[in-house]
T-cell receptor
């Protein structure tokens, strides 16, 4: 049981480049989320999804796009990378329903934009 | 809008001391409250999950409580050890949206 898998673990981008951060879970979880973690700012929600085909914005969505075509995958796209997007990105998933059993996190992607 | 606050931001204690980390939240419709541990440069490890119908959960030397009426949760660490040094994060799941919202964390240092 792999849990939540994020790739790549590390990435360096040049300003203006685009890329996709991958997130996959094998627990059949309905809820999936993307966070960024910055020193002094804590973990902030970028986008989240409550099921395939359904996504919504979190606290800091600007500069990021998401889609959810399958239950398993929730990729995060940076359309035109900026130095302000240098951060550690975490993907998380959880089952839905009245008894939400807590979120499971991936190991993170450390992104540097130069 | 759910807001989660953790106090103190940092804490330094001698080994063996019992300690309490505090977490407060604004959304009384919270579904559950989850405590995580994060070591420097690492990911998040889930420590305890308290569902909305529960008042506390225990795992080894850790005990977490949840009081929805007052909007508070506490993480109690008994007989602290240097290996407990890390950042502890609390996060609440909104009952309306399923979103998980984090506090800023408490960085704990346990000195030998």
């Amino acid at each position: 049981n792999a849990g939540v898998t994020q790739t790549p673990k590390f990435q360096v981008l040049k300003t203006g480049q685009s890329m996709t951060l991958q997130c996959a879970q094998d627990m059949n979880h309905e809820y999936m989320s993307w966070y960024r973690q910055d020193p002094g700012m804590g973990l902030r929600l970028i986008h989240y999804s409550v099921g395939a085909g359904i996504t919504d914005q979190g606290e800091v969505p600007n500069g990021y796009n998401v889609s959810r075509s399958t239950t398993e995958d929730f990729p995060l796209r940076l359309l035109s990378a900026a130095p302000s997007q240098t951060s550690v990105y975490f993907c998380a998933s959880s089952s839905a329903g009245q008894a939400i059993y807590g979120y499971t996190f991936g190991s993170g992607t450390r992104l540097t934009v130069v | 809008k759910q807001e989660v606050t953790q106090i103190p931001a940092a804490l330094s204690v001698p080994e063996g001391e019992n300690l309490v980390l505090n977490c407060s939240f604004t959304d009384s419709a919270i579904y559950n409250l989850q405590w995580f541990r994060q070591d420097p440069g690492k990911g998040l490890t889930s420590l305890l999950l308290i569902q909305s119908s529960q008042r506390e959960q225990t795992s080894g030397r850790l005990n977490a409580s949840l009081d929805k009426s007052s909007g508070r949760s506490t993480l109690y660490i008994a007989a602290s050890q240097p290996g407990d040094s890390a950042t502890y994060l609390c996060a609440g799941t909104s009952g309306n949206t399923g979103k998980l919202i984090f506090g800023q964390g408490t960085t704990l240092q346990v000195k030998p």
